[in-house]
């Protein structure tokens, strides 16, 4: 089974920055991604990236959040600056391989920022 480890999340105050990773035990050949949950809310796609670095993200972290993946450490990134409150959410990793492959999600991480 595959176990994603989640790291990076806190407290920061409205403006600050956040770096969140996580790490797969193996070699990753499909999408790494981020989802989030706000209280009462949907998750949502917060941004994914292949393996060759194509990314898509969602409209309301589009030149705030950064994705990014290093394939030898089996690894995804999220580089999160001006944060805002309404970012605020349990951000999840998910990995998923090719059409009728896998799909993993990491345990999800607190964001919480303040104003």
């Known amino acids: 089974q595959v176990q994603l480890v989640e790291s990076g999340g806190g407290l920061v105050q409205a403006g600050g920055s956040l770096r969140l990773s996580c790490a797969a035990p193996?070699?990753?050949?499909?999408?790494m991604g981020w989802y989030r949950q706000a209280p009462g809310k949907q998750r949502e796609l917060v941004a994914v990236i292949s393996r060759g670095g194509s990314t898509t993200y969602a409209d309301s972290v589009k030149g705030r959040f950064t994705i990014s993946r290093d394939n030898a450490k089996n690894t995804v990134y999220l580089q999160m600056n001006s944060l805002q409150p309404e970012d605020t959410a349990v951000y999840y990793c998910?990995?998923?391989?090719?059409?009728?492959?896998?799909?993993?999600w990491g345990q999800g991480t607190q964001v919480t920022v303040s104003s």
């Open positions: 998910n990995v998923k391989g090719t059409a009728g492959g896998y799909d993993y």
């Open positions: 193996i070699s990753i050949f499909g999408i």
